[in-house]
């Protein structure tokens, strides 16, 4: 026995066992490590796991909301944002049209929360005075009759020249001047395929004598 089991009572409790006891603990501590490195081993590599289908689901997330947003920047209205979600266009251009895209909401926003400083600081308040009237005191609404013969008969009859040309009988050329100047304002003028339609002094002149006066 050495001076070191000598003065340590463990040792001297170990050195006074017998060989078999000794080497049945020395099995036992060695399983038990072996069992514990066997769970930590277990326990890292459950989180390994873990952590890998935390990334997986996180990339899943990104690549769902980055198709979402390319989907919504192709069908959307706003000018600018179409462009970024192309995918054949430049990246360059895509970042420029995002800097000036950034830079219109922020001009946006600096609006609104101006206008919303105003508003905060002198608001304005819109009422309504109520006033009773009674029915008599409202005026009636004007009735406007519009007559269906807009020119005097007696003049000139349109009809009876529109029946002559259905039935292809002659018509005197001053008679068929009229009868041109008045299908400028009247309808059947299917047999004036030939006409010039220009607007002439006398055919104002005559349409003013031909028209019904106001009374």
């Known amino acids: 026995m050495s001076f070191y089991q000598k003065n340590d009572p ?7 066992k017998p060989p078999e006891t000794i080497s049945a603990n020395i099995n036992l501590s060695d399983e038990e490590s072996d ?7 277990a326990a890292s590599g459950a989180q390994l796991k873990k952590q890998r289908a935390t990334r997986n689901g996180r990339k899943q997330s990104l690549r769902a909301a980055a198709s979402y947003l390319q989907e919504y920047c192709g069908s959307t209205s706003l ?17 420029c049209w995002l ?7 922020m001009a946006c926003g600096h609006l609104i929360h101006k206008v919303w400083k105003k508003w905060e600081n002198t608001p304005v308040i819109v009422s309504f005075a109520d006033s009773s009237t009674p029915v ?8 406007t009759i519009c007559s269906e013969t807009k020119y005097r008969k007696s003049v000139f ?25 008045k299908s400028l304002l009247c309808e059947g003028n299917e047999y004036l395929n030939n006409a010039t339609w220009n607007t002439t002094t006398e055919a104002i002149k005559f349409l003013q004598q031909n028209s019904i006066p106001n009374y």
Request: aromatic share 12%; net charge positive.
């Open 10 to 16: 463990e040792l001297r409790k170990q050195a006074k």
């Open 79 to 95: 000018h600018g944002l179409r462009y970024m979600g192309e995918e054949r266009r430049p990246l360059v251009e895509r970042i």
């Open 157 to 181: 009859n349109y009809t009876d020249i529109n029946y002559k040309l259905a039935n292809k009988i002659d018509i005197s050329e001053e008679n068929m001047r009229r009868y041109e100047y």
């Open 99 to 105: 800097v000036a895209f950034g830079l219109s909401i």
């Open 136 to 143: 008599w005191q409202i005026p009636f609404p004007a009735v």
């Open 35 to 41: 069992r514990e490195i066997c769970g930590r081993v």
